[in-house]
Structures are given as structure tokens and as C-alpha cells.
């Protein structure tokens, strides 16, 4: 059977992530912003959390670690260059590694810069991949610990999976993201039409989360700084360098 995803809002703009195998009847959470609604949203769906999969150590994003696991149990996996910053783990993993949850695996991604030890869970089999703040519907997260360099790589890695995969980020930012994409790449009509659907569906109280990658690497300002329509109209002589001038721009916007 295909993997479940229980999605469901908590905190101010968090977005929580429920993962469950209906063979193994194993559930993962995708970090723990809240612990209370986590154990209550499991709860109500029938599932036993069994596992924690950490993107890096924002609290939150592993704040709720040591209430679940106290009272589920559950193993906590959670990004080497992070682990030190969060509670309760039991193993930690790098660019590269598997994690499975049930006959299901998820190869892990290096996607540092938001934090230097960032991660993302890629279930190419599953056509899904859970990028916590590395990418947002239209945006980016800020670059709080790493360097542009590192970032784009980190991007570029992102855009290298299959057009395909829905990508599963942390917030609801899209609305403030989308006014700043319309000002980095006011010509893009993809990008229109992206907004004005994101206007309707925030207007309606709907999500914007999950989203396909191919239409983020068609829209999204900061995955196409290798564009050299972009190059032009934000300069740089190289990808990260102008990755670096729409990030402080955004930051300022």
C-alpha cells in the first residue's frame, strides 16, 4: 500500500506532517512543532507514532522531540551537523544515507544553509520529498547559519529531483512570497498565473502546501538565479551570486 500523509496546521504558520505505512502500520513524524497537536492528531487517525524524522534544529521543528517520545516512545532520527542543538536523539544521518519506515526508504539530502546542518527526506518512490525550510512555495529560508554558496548548492540539489515530486515545506508563506517573486521576475506569466491562484485559494482559508517542483523551477525566483534572464536583472557573475542578491532582497522586502 502507498504511504499516507496527514497534514495539519499548528502554531502561528507551521505546518504538521503525519507519515504513515499502512503495511507496517509504523507513522513517522515530520519534525514536532508541537507535540500536544501531534499526539492528538495521531490519535485521532488510529496511528502509533514509532519514529521522529528531524530537518534541523529550529525549535520549531524539534521542540515537541522529547514530549512525544515520552509518550510514544518513538525513535528520533535528526541531522549529524544539528544533532548536538536537539533533544532526544537517537541516530543521526548526513547527505546520502537511508532512512525507511516500514519497506518504505528515504534517501536524506544535504539542503544546508538555512541551518548548517539542514536536511530533507527524499521517498522517490513515493514522488514526495519533505524539505522543511530549505524551500517554500516560492521562496526560500533565510540564511541564517550557511553561505550563498552553500545554499545554491543546496537548491541545486533540490532541483535535480524529478520535475514531478511534491515537495512538503514547513510554513504557509506563499502569499508573502509570491509579492516578493512578482517583484524579482515581474515578466515571468507562470508566475502570474501561480499568484493569482495562491490569492484564490488563500482567500478561500486554503492551502498552499504541498506543491509540485516543476512548477517552482518555472516560477520560483531563488531556484532560477542560474536563469540568466535573472543573472541580468539581479547580477552576478555566477548562480550563487545572484542567489545571494535576491535573498538579501527578499530579506529587506
Not at 495539519?8 to 508541537?34: K, M, Q, R, V, W
Not at 533565510?142 to 514547513?170: H, N, V
Not at 542560474?226 to 542578491?245: I, L, N, Y
Request: with cysteine; net charge negative.
Amino acid at each position: 500500500m502507498t504511504l499516507e500523509v496527514h497534514q495539519f496546521p499548528c502554531l502561528s504558520d507551521n505546518y504538521g506532517f503525519l507519515l504513515h505505512d499502512p503495511d507496517s502500520g509504523e507513522t513517522a513524524c515530520i519534525d514536532t512543532p508541537d507535540a500536544e497537536e501531534y499526539l492528538k492528531q495521531a490519535k485521532a487517525k488510529g496511528w502509533t507514532i514509532t519514529q521522529i524524522w528531524n530537518t534541523h534544529w529550529h525549535p520549531d521543528h524539534a521542540g515537541g522531540n522529547e514530549a512525544i517520545k515520552a509518550a510514544t516512545g518513538c525513535t528520533i532520527t535528526a541531522p549529524a551537523n544539528d544533532a548536538a542543538k536537539i533533544a532526544a536523539v537517537d541516530r543521526t544521518v548526513g547527505h546520502g544515507d537511508t532512512v525507511t519506515l516500514g519497506n518504505h526508504s528515504a534517501r536524506v539530502i544535504d539542503v544546508g544553509g538555512h541551518t548548517m546542518g539542514h536536511i530533507a527526506y527524499h521517498l522517490a518512490d513515493s514522488g514526495m520529498a519533505f524539505v522543511g525550510d530549505s524551500v517554500f512555495a516560492l521562496g526560500c529560508g533565510r540564511m541564517f547559519e550557511g553561505t550563498a554558496p552553500q545554499f545554491w548548492d543546496s537548491l541545486t540539489r533540490i532541483k535535480d529531483m524529478p520535475s514531478e515530486t511534491t515537495l512538503y515545506c514547513a510554513h504557509e508563506y506563499t502569499k508573502a512570497n509570491a509579492a516578493f517573486a512578482l517583484h524579482a521576475d515581474p515578466e515571468n506569466s507562470a508566475l502570474q498565473s501561480y499568484a493569482e491562484e495562491i490569492e484564490r485559494k488563500r482567500a478561500a482559508g486554503e492551502w498552499t502546501v504541498p506543491f509540485p517542483l516543476g512548477r517552482e523551477l518555472k516560477t520560483n525566483p531563488f531556484l532560477r538565479a542560474d536563469d540568466p534572464a535573472m543573472q541580468v536583472r539581479w547580477g552576478g557573475d555566477a548562480p550563487h551570486e545572484t542567489f545571494a542578491a535576491l535573498r538579501a532582497a527578499k530579506d529587506n522586502f
